[in-house]
């Protein structure tokens, strides 16, 4: 399958609008570099297609400056293998550094990126984004491996990335307990994503964590984590700890933050000596941030196991070190620490009400197995105890390297089906199907934990009701859907609202549509979801149609100023949003 094609660039007239400008779908021959010779052709007139169950290989960095490259590939049938995109090596031979230097938009679908050469070796980084205000969309594609460093590192300020129904497998190396991030800001602006989404991944074997902004360098606006699976994980999730808007919730994490944390290592960046346990998520106040907050950090309806040999590692390490008069006491964390904790900043934050009531934290499951229906998942799981052993002693209780056995002969615990890295061929690559009864009616929505791509019912389900999911949980509701009333009997699309002003003081006006002759509920609540006042609530015709509220409960009594939530019902739909009274 991997020998030199000639290029022969095929044409396909397709008329598509994107931002403006007609494109030409180009259909690209496989081989090596054809991918390459035709966007250096093109540029950013194409929209480049490549051929399902095909092979291309890279013969330089790919890179787009103030164009959107669009490369696309072909759906399989079937279940076939998609088109494989190979990273390749300079004049040198060494394997290319990463495989794109984004300098504007890029949007990549349906793709198989090998990001090794044919010798195995895998290339530094995934891709380096250098482009303000950039976009970039990653959508049902296979990476693997992704990364020895950083997957997708952004170097300039307020990118869009939105990472959707992705497999990802292998960042990072065996060679040290920290080595890697998927996404990682990286600039002197002090301002970072606009949007994070990433949603219906799955990671296999992922480095240090998912995402790292300094610490404190950089204030993100939105950042969405949701429905995402991970298995195999060494460290932490998410080390940045200023985001506007934040959320984790869905997520089934198997095997995550398996390298024991040593209270040692605070202060870190970023960090407070007076909290030595940080969570697997970072958080704390903006600069600037005015109480009550109206920042969301939103950390709900995840399930984290570890394989209880992580557990016994732990102890052995901590009586081993006692009697070699080590000092360090070693943990494993939790995604943050419960409640009544008073060693976690994040906790003491999380649990103050009344400073910042879109803090929200819970209903997480621990240490219940998913039950996998692929049994390689638990043999590579004791694999990674036995790896994460000596890798302890030498980073966390600082035994001699010497002393150990090397890397080389440490176990191996990437997920390498057919184990080797230059070819890939085997296919599927991963399947992360799971029966746990509880975890697949585990998320927000009743629906499974983790990917729902292993789940296409549950996603088609999810997917239809998206808009008000959304709804709900950017209202910091931390309650379950109405699985009856939610999803079973819609009727209506997408509900329209406004409301202004907002912030507001005297009077809030919140204006919507009805579409066909419904039932219709408007109420003021709590953010406990307490009803303090019910504005409209009456059968009405199509049209436009308005309510106001001046701030009062239902008793006339003025309420304090803070945060509120609205809630709207037409028919069987509902939209909710959080307005502020001051």
């Keep these: 399958m991997k020998t030199k094609i000639t290029i022969k660039l095929i044409t396909l007239l397709l008329l598509v609008s994107i931002y403006g ?98 010798l195995g070796v895998t290339a530094t980084y995934f891709s380096i984004n250098s482009k303000k205000d950039s976009r970039t969309i990653i959508d049902n594609c296979v990476i693997d491996p992704v990364c020895q460093a950083n997957g997708i590192q952004f170097e300039q300020s307020n990118a869009k990335m939105y990472f959707t129904n992705n497999l990802c497998i292998r960042a990072g190396h065996q060679l040290a307990p920290n080595d890697g991030f998927m996404f990682v800001t990286q600039n002197n602006s002090g301002a970072g994503f606009d949007s994070l989404l990433v949603q219906n991944n799955t990671f296999v074997c992922m480095g240090t964590g998912m995402h790292a902004g300094g610490y404190n360098a950089v204030v993100d606006n939105y950042s969405k984590w949701d429905h995402n699976t991970f298995v195999e994980q060494k460290s932490q999730i998410d080390w940045q700890i200023w985001e506007k808007e934040y959320y984790w919730t869905n997520n089934l994490m ?61 102890s052995e ?67 990674f105890v036995k790896w994460t052993k ?17 890397a080389s002969a440490w176990t191996q615990f990437f997920w390498d089906p057919d184990g080797d890295v230059s070819n890939n061929s085997t296919w599927p690559v991963f399947n992360g199907v799971y029966s746990n009864a509880a975890m697949l ?14 789940f296409p019912t549950a996603k088609a389900l999810w997917t239809k009701n998206k808009t008000r999911i959304d709804d709900h949980m950017r209202a910091a509701v931390e309650s379950k859907l109405d699985m009856i009333s939610g999803f079973k009997s819609l009727n209506l699309s997408d509900i329209k609202t406004t409301c202004y002003p907002n912030p507001f003081t005297n009077e809030l006006t919140i204006s919507y549509s009805v579409k066909i002759q419904a039932d219709v509920k408007l109420t003021i609540l709590t953010l406990n979801g307490q009803t303090v006042k019910e504005l409209v609530n009456r059968s009405e015709a199509v049209g436009e149609y308005s309510a106001k509220w001046n701030g009062e409960n239902h008793s006339g009594e003025t309420l304090p100023n803070g945060l509120y939530l609205y809630r709207l019902q037409i028919g069987n739909e509902v939209a909710s949003a959080r307005i502020l009274k001051k």
Excluded at 347 to 367: H, I, R
């Design 317 to 383: 390490l901590n009586a081993q070190g006692k009697i070699d008069g080590k000092t360090t006491i070693l943990n494993l964390q939790s995604i943050i620490w419960p409640k009544d904790s008073t060693s976690s900043r994040e906790t003491n934050m999380f649990a103050n009400d009344t400073s910042f009531p879109l803090w929200k934290y819970g209903n997480t499951t621990t240490d219940v197995d998913p039950q996998w229906a692929d049994s390689r998942i638990y043999t590579m799981s004791d694999n």
């Design 21 to 118: 400008i007609a494109q030409t779908v180009l259909v690209v021959e496989p081989g090596i570099g054809t991918l390459n010779t035709a966007i250096n052709t093109y540029k950013g007139t194409r929209i480049y297609e490549l051929k399902a169950g095909e092979w291309y290989q890279l013969s330089a960095i790919i890179e787009n400056v103030d164009y959107h490259l669009q490369i696309i590939g072909q759906k399989p049938i079937n279940g076939g293998m998609p088109a494989t995109v190979q990273t390749g090596t300079d004049a040198s031979g060494a394997v290319l550094f990463q495989m794109f230097t984004t300098k504007g938009d890029i949007t990549l679908k349906n793709i198989y990126f090998v990001n090794a050469d044919l």
């Design 390 to 406: 000596p890798a302890t002693m030498i980073h966390a209780m600082n035994y001699a390297p010497n002393s150990l056995p090397p």
């Design 441 to 454: 009616i585990g998320s927000i929505e009743g629906l499974p934990l983790g990917d729902l791509n292993w």
């Design 254 to 314: 198997f095997d995550v933050q398996t390298q024991p944390w040593s209270p040692s290592w605070q202060p870190m960046p970023g960090a407070d000596k007076g909290f030595p346990l940080p969570g697997m998520i970072y958080a704390d106040t903006i600069p600037g941030d005015i109480l009550p907050s109206t920042t969301v950090q939103f950390v709900e309806y995840n399930m984290h196991y570890r394989n209880p040999k992580f557990y016994s590692m732990v």
